[in-house]
C-alpha cells in the first residue's frame, strides 16, 4: 500500500496548482487523472483572463503558481481589455493553443521533483470516522493509497452527465467517464451536496468560415503583454499571434431557437439544476432577452496545428441537427461545418459552506476541496483555488499557520469569502464588481500585493522576490523624484506640450503635478525631465513606468480607498476561536445563532458579512469576545 503526503485529485487547473504547489514544497505527492492525456484541459474556451480572471491569474503568479507562466508559453493572442476604462478593470486576456497548453502543464508535472502522476479513478475518500480526520483515497482498479492530507478537484466530473437534445451521456467532459461512486463519500461524511450545470459550444472547421464579412480582433504585438513576471518580455514579443473574428447572432438564429425551445434541455424538464448566470447558454439568452435582436459571438482559433475554431457565446444543449442550422443562420458561418457539437453538463458539488477559509471540510480534518466542485466556474476561479489548498495543505504538514488573504489584498480572498459565506446559488465567477477595494486590486499590482506570501511559503524564490522589491524601490523613489522636481515656462519641452494640450500654468509646478493632469502621460514627463536634465533615473520596465503612472493620477482615489481599508481592517483582525460557543450567546436573533454555528466564521469580518447576521448581531458577538459579557 504505496503512502503519499498529500493526493490531489483530478488534474484540471484546481489539481495541477495544488500538486505543484505541496511537491515544491518537498511533500511527497499523487496527482490521480482519469486519462494522463488530458491532463490541464481547457474543457470549455481556449481562453484565460478578461476583467478579474486575469487579476486571479496575475496573483496566482505572485504566489508562485505555475497558470500565468504557462499562458505565456501557450497564447496564440494577446490582448488588453478595457483600455478605455480606469486601471481598476483593465485586464490581459489570452487565447490559448489548447493542445500546446495542456502539453507544457503536463510536462511541467512530469518534470517536478516530488510528484507522482497516476492515471485510475479514485472512487472513495477514506477517513477515520471517530477522529474526523481524512487518511487516504481507494480507486477504481481496487488499490489503496494512504495520505496524510487529499485534496479533491474533480471539476465537473461527479456524477456528471452529458446533454446533446435528447442524447445522455454519462462523463465528466465528452469521451471521458464521469466519477460516479465518489459523491457517495461526500454524503457519508455528512456534506452537503447539490447540482450544478454549466456548458460549451460548437467547434467549427475554419476552412468553411467566411472571415470577410467578419470582424477582425488581432492581438498586441507591440508592447510585452504577458501574466507572469517570470516569463521574458523577449519571449512573449517573438510569439507570432493568430486574430480573432466578431459576429452576431440575428433574429433568424432567435426565431429557430424559440421555436425549437421544447428541444432544449434546459427548457424542457430534462436539466432542473442551475447554470451560470453571467455564462448562460444561447437558448437561456435569447428566453431572457427577448428585447436584443442580437448577440455577440467571438471566433477562437484553438491553436497554431488546428482547423478547430470554438465559438465563444453560443454555449448550447440543443440537438445537434439544431446545432448545425443555428450556426449557418449566422453572418460568415453560412457553409459552416461543425467539428464538435456544444453540450450541456450536468455535475455534483458540495456546498462551500462546509469550508474553512484554507479550503478544509470543517467536519473531516486534512480533506481540501478545490474548484468547481466548491461552485465555482471558470479555469482561474479553479486554480486559485487549487493554489490555496496546496499551500494550506503544506503547511499544515509544517506545524505552521495556515495562509489567510484577506479580501483587502486580494480577489483571491474576495472569491473564498464569498463562496464560504454567501448561499452560492449558481456557478460562481468573479467580476471587479465583487470587490470594494478592487481600485487598490489592480491587475498591475498584483506582484506588490501577494510576492512576499509566496516568498515566506517557499514557492517563490529570492532571486524573483527580489526583483519585486526593485521594482518596488523604483515606484516609490520615482514618484518621491518628481514629487520634487519643478518645472516652469522655461522648459521648452513643456512649453510645447501645454500649447499641444491647451492647457496653462500660472506658476512652477511639480512634474508629478503634472502627471495628475488628465492630458499628460509619463512619457510626456519623461521627456520634460530629460530637457530639465535630471539627475535620477526616469527610464524603466514598461509595467514600472505603468506602475508609476496609475499611482500618480489615481492618488486621491487610493488613498480614499485605503483609509476605508483600514476602517474595516480592524473587523478581519479579529478572530474568533473555532471552539466558540455561540448557542450561549443572548440578545442575537435565532437565524443569526444558526448562521454563524453552521458556517463558523474565522473572523469578524467574515461573520458580518453572513446573510441574516446584522451589524446589532455583530456588535453582540464583539462584546462577548472581549469579556464584556458572558
Known amino acids: 500500500m504505496s503512502s ?3 493526493i490531489v485529485v483530478g488534474a484540471g487547473h484546481a489539481g495541477i496548482e495544488a500538486a505543484l504547489a505541496t511537491s515544491r514544497k518537498g511533500h511527497k505527492t499523487a496527482i490521480f487523472t482519469i486519462v494522463l492525456e488530458n491532463i490541464g484541459q481547457m474543457s470549455c474556451n481556449p481562453s484565460i483572463g478578461g476583467p478579474a480572471k486575469s487579476h486571479l491569474v496575475k496573483e496566482i503568479d505572485a504566489l508562485g503558481g505555475e497558470m500565468g507562466r504557462n499562458m505565456d508559453k501557450s497564447f496564440v493572442q494577446m490582448r488588453i481589455l ?20 495542456a502539453r507544457n502543464m503536463k510536462k511541467t508535472l512530469e518534470a517536478q521533483e516530488n510528484l507522482d502522476i497516476i492515471q485510475d479513478m479514485v472512487v472513495s475518500i477514506t477517513f477515520d470516522k471517530d477522529k474526523k480526520v481524512v487518511t487516504g483515497v481507494k480507486t477504481k482498479n481496487g488499490l489503496e493509497f494512504l495520505a496524510k492530507k487529499v485534496i479533491i478537484a474533480t471539476g465537473t466530473f461527479l456524477n456528471g452527465l452529458l446533454y446533446v437534445g435528447d ?38 472547421d475554419k476552412r468553411t468560415i467566411d472571415f470577410n464579412e467578419l470582424e477582425e480582433q488581432p492581438g498586441e504585438t507591440k508592447i510585452a503583454l504577458k501574466y507572469s513576471s517570470r516569463s521574458s518580455d523577449e519571449e512573449v514579443l517573438a510569439k507570432p499571434q493568430l486574430s480573432c473574428y466578431l459576429t452576431r447572432t440575428n433574429v433568424n ?5 424559440l421555436d425549437h425551445i421544447d428541444k432544449s434541455p434546459l427548457y424542457n424538464g430534462t436539466i432542473s439544476s442551475i447554470g451560470p448566470r453571467y455564462c448562460p447558454s444561447i437558448e437561456d439568452k435569447i428566453v431572457k432577452f427577448r428585447d436584443k435582436d442580437s448577440h455577440h459571438l467571438f471566433l477562437e482559433p484553438e491553436g497554431f496545428d488546428t482547423n478547430e475554431v470554438y465559438i465563444s457565446g453560443l454555449s448550447t444543449s440543443y440537438p445537434a441537427y439544431l446545432q448545425e442550422q443555428m450556426v449557418r443562420s449566422i453572418k460568415g458561418m453560412e457553409n459552416a461545418r461543425i467539428m464538435r457539437y456544444g453540450y450541456a453538463v450536468e455535475y455534483d458539488i458540495v456546498n462551500a459552506k462546509e469550508l474553512d477559509y484554507t479550503l478544509e471540510v470543517k467536519k473531516i480534518k486534512g480533506l481540501y476541496l478545490a474548484g468547481q466542485i466548491n461552485g465555482t466556474s471558470g479555469y482561474e476561479e479553479a486554480a486559485a483555488q487549487g493554489l490555496m489548498a496546496g499551500i494550506n495543505a503544506s503547511l499544515a504538514l ?4 495556515p495562509l489567510i488573504l484577506y479580501k483587502d489584498n486580494s480577489y483571491i480572498a474576495t472569491m473564498i469569502d464569498d463562496i464560504i459565506t454567501k448561499e452560492i446559488q449558481e456557478p460562481y465567477r468573479m467580476f471587479t464588481a465583487r470587490s470594494e477595494y478592487r481600485l487598490l486590486l489592480r491587475e498591475d499590482n498584483a506582484d506588490l500585493r501577494l510576492s512576499k506570501y509566496g516568498y515566506e511559503i517557499g514557492l517563490l524564490s529570492k532571486e524573483e522576490y527580489d526583483k519585486v522589491l526593485e521594482k518596488e ?3 516609490y523613489e520615482t514618484i518621491d523624484n518628481l514629487s520634487n522636481t519643478n518645472v516652469g515656462t522655461s522648459n521648452k519641452v513643456l512649453v510645447e506640450l501645454l500649447e499641444k494640450y491647451n492647457e496653462t500654468i500660472k506658476s512652477g509646478i511639480s512634474l508629478k503635478e503634472l502627471l495628475r493632469r488628465p492630458s499628460f502621460t509619463y512619457q510626456d514627463v519623461k521627456e520634460i525631465a530629460r530637457y530639465a536634465n535630471v539627475s535620477y533615473q526616469i527610464d524603466f520596465r514598461d509595467d514600472i513606468e505603468y506602475q508609476i503612472e496609475v499611482f500618480i493620477k489615481y492618488e486621491g482615489y487610493i488613498d480614499r480607498a485605503m483609509k476605508m481599508m483600514e476602517k474595516n481592517k480592524k473587523l478581519e483582525e479579529k478572530k474568533i476561536p473555532k471552539d466558540f460557543n455561540y448557542d450561549i450567546m443572548t440578545g442575537i436573533g435565532r437565524e443569526a ?19 441574516g447576521v446584522t451589524p446589532a448581531d455583530i456588535s453582540v458577538l464583539i462584546m462577548y469576545l472581549d469579556g464584556r459579557l458572558s
Open 398 to 401: 509544517e506545524n505552521r499557520e
Open 473 to 475: 524601490k523604483a515606484v
Open 253 to 257: 438564429t432567435h426565431n429557430l431557437i
Open 4 to 6: 503519499y503526503d498529500v
Open 82 to 101: 478595457n483600455t478605455k476604462k480606469g486601471p481598476a478593470v483593465r485586464s490581459l486576456r489570452a487565447q490559448a493553443d489548447r493542445k500546446v497548453y
Open 167 to 204: 442524447k445522455l451521456v454519462e462523463g465528466g467532459r465528452m469521451g471521458e467517464l464521469s466519477s460516479k461512486e465518489l459523491t457517495n463519500s461526500f454524503i457519508e461524511m455528512g456534506l452537503e451536496i447539490k447540482r450544478f450545470k454549466t456548458g460549451t459550444s460548437p467547434r467549427i
Open 593 to 611: 445563532k444558526q448562521r454563524l454555528n453552521e458556517i463558523r466564521p474565522y473572523n469578524i469580518g467574515q461573520a458580518s458579512r453572513i446573510m
